[in-house]
């Protein structure tokens, strides 16, 4: 149960991320000043909720090559390239021993980009019982050469809307939050897989 709740830890903050556009079309738009919750500390929190704060195992760090590549969201965001036009960094963004969560949003809050990076625990999930749950499953031959396996969840399937993809290898786990944006290159599934592979070095 703990391996589950941790796997779902990086697509829950990735949501987060979107700044509300994985909740229903009754909730209010988001402001900009909602916007600057530090997710690297909601992440951190997570973990103790689950394991208490004394005792966040070692494995739930993530590695030190991957920290020392990602100091700050700024070296994140090369590899989103165009999908980041018009958007400005988030000044909740954060990389911690746990995680690196970055953020980009339009000034409005329209339209939202969201990376996070967290350790992997050595399995990845099930292709078959992640389709048998809703998700998209990608087929990437990079993704499935380092053993890991790749899948979206469309909050607006066939509209313009918010797109969440996650990548699992067994030592890191990567959600990146899109969408299919009327001002914007989509970042749907398989570019956000691209990525990805782009990220790691895959």
Known sequence: MIRHRVLALPAVL???TLLGACSSDTD????QGSATTDVTTEFDDALADIYGDENIPADALLDDELLARFPDCGAVAPALGDHLDGLEQDSGN???PYAVSCMWMSP???RSVGVTLAAGTGVVSDAAVLEAGGMEVLDDDAIDAAGGVAYALSYAAGEPGPVVTTVELPDVQVSVTGGHWADGTALDGAAAVRVVTDLLDL
Do not use: D, H, K, R
């Open 14 to 16: 990735a949501c987060a």
């Open 28 to 31: 209010p738009a988001p402001t």
């Open 94 to 96: 954060g990389v911690s």
């Open 108 to 110: 409005g809050g329209e």
